[in-house]
Nanobody, 124 residues
Framework: VQLVESGGGVVQAGESLRLACTTS????????IGWFRQAPGKGREGVSY????????VYIDSVKGRFTISRDNAKKAMYLEMNSLKPEDTAVYYC??????????????????WGQGTQVTVSS
C-alpha cells in the first residue's frame, strides 16, 4: 500500500493550492478517503473526508467554503483544492484511506493507510 502526496508549497494568504495524493496497492474505489494536517507544535487534525458508501463529504468548520475534497477512481487519486488560504492553514498535510464505507469522525482508527505528508506554508 502506498499513498504519495504532492502539490504543497509556499503561498501568500488568499492564494490557492491543490494537493494531490496518488495511491497504489489497494482497491482505491472501495475506500473512503481523507485529508489530515499537523501544524507546528500541534496534534494532527482531520480536515475532510469522503465516505465511499454515499460519496458524502465532511469538512471541519475552519475550512468549509474554502477547501474541496475530490477523488478520481480511474486515476486512483484524491485531491484537496484549497482556496483563500490563511496563515493558520500552515501545516503538513497527509492523505489517508479507510476500508470503512462510512467514516463517522476523524478518529485515526478509521484510517490505517497514510501518505508521508506534504508541507503547506501560508505567509501573511
Amino acid at each position: 500500500v502506498q499513498l504519495v502526496e504532492s502539490g504543497g508549497g509556499v503561498v501568500q494568504a488568499g492564494e490557492s493550492l491543490r494537493l494531490a495524493c496518488t495511491t497504489s496497492g489497494f482497491t482505491f474505489e472501495a475506500y473512503s478517503i481523507g485529508w489530515f494536517r499537523q501544524a507546528p507544535g500541534k496534534g494532527r487534525e482531520g480536515v475532510s473526508y469522503i465516505n465511499v458508501d454515499d460519496n458524502s463529504a465532511v469538512y471541519i468548520d475552519s475550512v468549509k467554503g474554502r477547501f474541496t475534497i475530490s477523488r478520481d477512481n480511474a486515476k486512483k487519486a484524491m485531491y484537496l483544492e484549497m482556496n483563500s488560504l490563511k496563515p493558520e492553514d500552515t501545516a503538513v498535510y497527509y492523505c489517508a484511506a479507510s476500508g470503512y464505507g462510512t467514516v463517522w469522525n476523524f478518529t485515526s482508527k478509521y484510517f490505517p493507510y497514510w501518505g508521508q505528508g506534504t508541507q503547506v506554508t501560508v505567509s501573511s
